[in-house]
């Protein structure tokens, strides 16, 4: 996988690592169901996932803009794996409008911000299993949650999104991709129990 993304030249070596330590994650606890990447860049995570468990059916990759090169990146990877021609989408559109379901995987590394928050609305509203690993955490934007005197503004504020999928009836995971890779190296996963229970039912944090 790493010649075939090296070979088309188009991406940092950073997005490469982060995408294949999120991926690998994600999917010892997700597997199968439609994979929709938000702020997706490039979709490398989604071509990454759709490798590493074939039950999943197809993937769509959303961000308001997609590379060029993106188009390369994934007739590269269908070229070596032909199994995965015509499975994944690149749609350059809006985070907003994107239609998600209960029998979706959502997934997103390093949405800026607020779009974190965005990812985590879309996926709350439609019951589906969630996977985030978050990046400029903005104290002034995001929910702070009322920790700023105990830990610094980024951690607060992941800390307050790992509540509020649990306030919302989800099995949340929390967990780090190596730090030398990435210095915004939180992952956050939310996990749709088989028996989803009304909002504001809590489950452990593990």
């Given at each position: 996988m790493a010649r075939v993304v090296c070979h088309?030249?188009?991406?940092?070596?950073?997005?490469?690592?982060?995408?294949?330590?999120?991926?690998?994650?994600v999917r010892r606890r997700l597997r199968g169901r439609r994979i929709v990447e938000m702020a997706a860049g490039h979709g490398l995570v989604s071509l990454i996932l759709l490798l590493?468990?074939?039950?999943?059916?197809?993937?769509?990759?959303v961000d308001v803009r997609i590379p060029d090169s993106a188009l390369k990146l994934r007739h590269a990877f269908a070229s070596q794996w032909p199994r995965l021609k015509g499975r994944i989408e690149l749609r350059q559109d809006s985070l907003k409008v994107v239609s998600v379901s209960k029998d979706d995987v959502i997934v997103s590394a390093h949405a800026c911000g607020l779009l974190t928050d965005l990812v985590l609305d879309s996926a709350i509203a439609a019951r589906a299993n969630v996977a985030v690993l978050p990046c400029c955490q903005s104290e002034a934007k995001c929910d702070t949650g009322g920790l700023l005197g105990w830990v610094d503004a980024a951690l607060a504020i992941d800390?307050?999104?790992?509540h509020r999928l649990r306030d919302a009836g989800y099995q949340v995971i929390t967990q780090t991709i190596?730090?030398?890779?990435?210095?915004?190296?939180?992952?956050?996963i939310g996990m749709v129990p088989s028996a989803f229970p009304e909002p504001g039912i809590s489950t452990p944090i593990g």
């Amino acid at each position: 996988m790493a010649r075939v993304v090296c070979h088309c030249a188009c991406l940092p070596r950073k997005e490469l690592y982060e995408s294949w330590e999120l991926a690998r994650r994600v999917r010892r606890r997700l597997r199968g169901r439609r994979i929709v990447e938000m702020a997706a860049g490039h979709g490398l995570v989604s071509l990454i996932l759709l490798l590493l468990d074939d039950s999943s059916p197809n993937a769509i990759a959303v961000d308001v803009r997609i590379p060029d090169s993106a188009l390369k990146l994934r007739h590269a990877f269908a070229s070596q794996w032909p199994r995965l021609k015509g499975r994944i989408e690149l749609r350059q559109d809006s985070l907003k409008v994107v239609s998600v379901s209960k029998d979706d995987v959502i997934v997103s590394a390093h949405a800026c911000g607020l779009l974190t928050d965005l990812v985590l609305d879309s996926a709350i509203a439609a019951r589906a299993n969630v996977a985030v690993l978050p990046c400029c955490q903005s104290e002034a934007k995001c929910d702070t949650g009322g920790l700023l005197g105990w830990v610094d503004a980024a951690l607060a504020i992941d800390v307050t999104r790992a509540h509020r999928l649990r306030d919302a009836g989800y099995q949340v995971i929390t967990q780090t991709i190596p730090e030398n890779i990435t210095p915004k190296n939180r992952l956050l996963i939310g996990m749709v129990p088989s028996a989803f229970p009304e909002p504001g039912i809590s489950t452990p944090i593990g």
